[in-house]
Protein backbone atom coordinates (compact mmCIF):
# COMPACT_ATOMS: atom_id res chain seq x y z
CA UNK A 1 0.00 0.00 0.00
CA UNK A 2 1.19 3.64 -0.82
CA UNK A 3 0.44 6.55 1.23
CA UNK A 4 -0.62 9.79 -0.94
CA UNK A 5 -2.55 12.56 -0.86
CA UNK A 6 -5.87 13.63 -2.44
CA UNK A 7 -7.79 17.08 -2.67
CA UNK A 8 -11.36 17.07 -1.42
CA UNK A 9 -13.86 19.77 -1.19
CA UNK A 10 -16.93 19.66 1.42
CA UNK A 11 -19.24 21.65 -1.21
CA UNK A 12 -21.90 24.30 0.27
CA UNK A 13 -24.65 22.00 0.22
CA UNK A 14 -22.63 20.32 3.48
CA UNK A 15 -21.64 23.57 4.58
CA UNK A 16 -24.77 25.46 4.71
CA UNK A 17 -26.17 22.51 6.83
CA UNK A 18 -23.73 22.59 9.37
CA UNK A 19 -22.14 18.99 8.30
CA UNK A 20 -18.92 19.40 8.05
CA UNK A 21 -18.13 17.16 11.39
CA UNK A 22 -19.89 14.52 10.21
CA UNK A 23 -18.77 14.29 6.72
CA UNK A 24 -14.73 14.68 7.80
CA UNK A 25 -15.33 11.99 10.86
CA UNK A 26 -16.15 9.74 7.69
CA UNK A 27 -13.23 10.46 5.68
CA UNK A 28 -10.99 10.16 9.40
CA UNK A 29 -12.80 6.37 10.14
CA UNK A 30 -11.49 5.09 6.92
CA UNK A 31 -8.21 5.82 7.74
CA UNK A 32 -7.43 9.27 5.82
CA UNK A 33 -6.53 12.55 7.57
CA UNK A 34 -6.88 16.00 6.71
CA UNK A 35 -2.98 17.66 6.59
CA UNK A 36 -4.12 20.33 4.88
CA UNK A 37 -7.65 22.07 5.73
CA UNK A 38 -9.53 25.57 4.93
CA UNK A 39 -13.08 27.55 4.35
CA UNK A 40 -13.02 29.91 1.79
CA UNK A 41 -15.67 31.25 -0.55
CA UNK A 42 -14.84 30.57 -3.83
CA UNK A 43 -14.67 33.23 -6.44
CA UNK A 44 -16.22 32.76 -10.00
CA UNK A 45 -12.80 32.89 -11.55
CA UNK A 46 -11.80 30.35 -8.71
CA UNK A 47 -14.65 28.11 -9.59
CA UNK A 48 -14.49 28.25 -13.49
CA UNK A 49 -10.81 27.65 -13.28
CA UNK A 50 -11.09 24.13 -10.99
CA UNK A 51 -14.02 22.96 -12.90
CA UNK A 52 -12.49 24.28 -16.64
CA UNK A 53 -12.28 20.11 -17.41
CA UNK A 54 -16.09 20.33 -17.70
CA UNK A 55 -16.91 23.89 -19.48
CA UNK A 56 -18.59 22.37 -22.68
CA UNK A 57 -20.65 20.19 -20.34
CA UNK A 58 -24.25 21.46 -20.15
CA UNK A 59 -24.36 21.40 -16.33
CA UNK A 60 -20.79 23.69 -15.69
CA UNK A 61 -22.64 26.91 -15.40
CA UNK A 62 -25.02 25.50 -12.79
CA UNK A 63 -21.69 23.97 -11.41
CA UNK A 64 -20.17 27.30 -11.20
CA UNK A 65 -23.12 28.89 -9.40
CA UNK A 66 -24.11 26.00 -6.79
CA UNK A 67 -19.88 26.23 -6.11
CA UNK A 68 -19.77 29.93 -5.43
CA UNK A 69 -23.11 30.22 -3.48
CA UNK A 70 -21.75 29.72 -0.32
CA UNK A 71 -18.81 28.73 1.09
CA UNK A 72 -16.81 25.42 1.04
CA UNK A 73 -13.86 23.39 3.01
CA UNK A 74 -11.18 22.85 0.73
CA UNK A 75 -8.85 20.04 2.07
CA UNK A 76 -5.67 17.60 1.38
CA UNK A 77 -5.85 14.22 2.85
CA UNK A 78 -3.22 12.09 3.56
CA UNK A 79 -3.65 7.92 4.15
CA UNK A 80 -2.73 4.87 2.68
CA UNK A 81 -4.22 4.56 -1.14
CA UNK A 82 -5.48 8.22 -0.40
CA UNK A 83 -7.15 8.85 -3.82
CA UNK A 84 -9.10 5.46 -3.91
CA UNK A 85 -10.02 5.31 -0.24
CA UNK A 86 -11.73 9.41 -0.55
CA UNK A 87 -13.77 7.76 -3.96
CA UNK A 88 -14.82 4.98 -2.11
CA UNK A 89 -16.25 7.20 0.73
CA UNK A 90 -17.64 9.41 -1.25
CA UNK A 91 -19.50 6.81 -3.24
CA UNK A 92 -20.87 7.17 -6.31
CA UNK A 93 -21.70 10.76 -7.85
CA UNK A 94 -25.40 10.15 -8.11
CA UNK A 95 -26.62 9.63 -4.49
CA UNK A 96 -29.36 7.37 -5.51
CA UNK A 97 -26.77 4.90 -6.55
CA UNK A 98 -24.34 5.72 -3.87
CA UNK A 99 -23.41 2.63 -0.91
CA UNK A 100 -25.28 2.80 2.28
CA UNK A 101 -22.62 4.32 4.80
CA UNK A 102 -20.92 6.41 1.87
CA UNK A 103 -20.92 10.60 2.16
CA UNK A 104 -23.27 11.05 -0.89
CA UNK A 105 -25.92 8.10 0.20
CA UNK A 106 -25.94 9.87 3.57
CA UNK A 107 -25.85 13.56 2.81
CA UNK A 108 -26.42 14.07 -0.42
CA UNK A 109 -29.17 16.00 -1.46
CA UNK A 110 -29.46 15.04 -5.15
CA UNK A 111 -26.85 14.55 -8.24
CA UNK A 112 -26.27 18.57 -8.40
CA UNK A 113 -25.51 18.67 -4.31
CA UNK A 114 -23.79 15.91 -3.91
CA UNK A 115 -21.71 17.17 -0.88
CA UNK A 116 -18.44 16.37 -1.70
CA UNK A 117 -15.77 16.32 -4.32
CA UNK A 118 -12.38 14.15 -4.62
CA UNK A 119 -9.92 13.82 -7.22
CA UNK A 120 -9.68 11.22 -9.50
CA UNK A 121 -6.23 10.46 -10.02
CA UNK A 122 -2.67 11.16 -8.55
CA UNK A 123 -1.97 13.77 -11.33
CA UNK A 124 -5.55 15.06 -10.92
CA UNK A 125 -4.82 15.14 -7.17
CA UNK A 126 -1.49 17.19 -7.22
CA UNK A 127 -2.90 20.24 -9.60
CA UNK A 128 -5.82 20.35 -7.87
CA UNK A 129 -3.98 20.63 -4.72
CA UNK A 130 -1.98 23.61 -5.68
CA UNK A 131 -4.83 24.55 -7.10
CA UNK A 132 -6.21 26.09 -3.56
CA UNK A 133 -2.44 25.20 -1.00
CA UNK A 134 0.38 26.14 -1.35
CA UNK A 135 3.63 23.66 0.00
CA UNK A 136 3.65 25.50 3.45
CA UNK A 137 0.19 24.93 4.32
CA UNK A 138 0.24 21.28 4.23
CA UNK A 139 1.10 20.42 7.80
CA UNK A 140 1.61 16.44 7.40
Do not use: C, W
Not at 112 to 132: C, L, M, Q, Y
Amino acid sequence: MALERTFSILKPDVVRRNLIGKVLAKFEEAGLRPVALKKIHMTRAQAEGFYAVHKDRPFFGELVEQMIASPVVVQVLEGENAILKNREVMGATNPANAADGTIRKEFALSIGENSVHGSDAPETAAEEIKFFFTDAEIVG
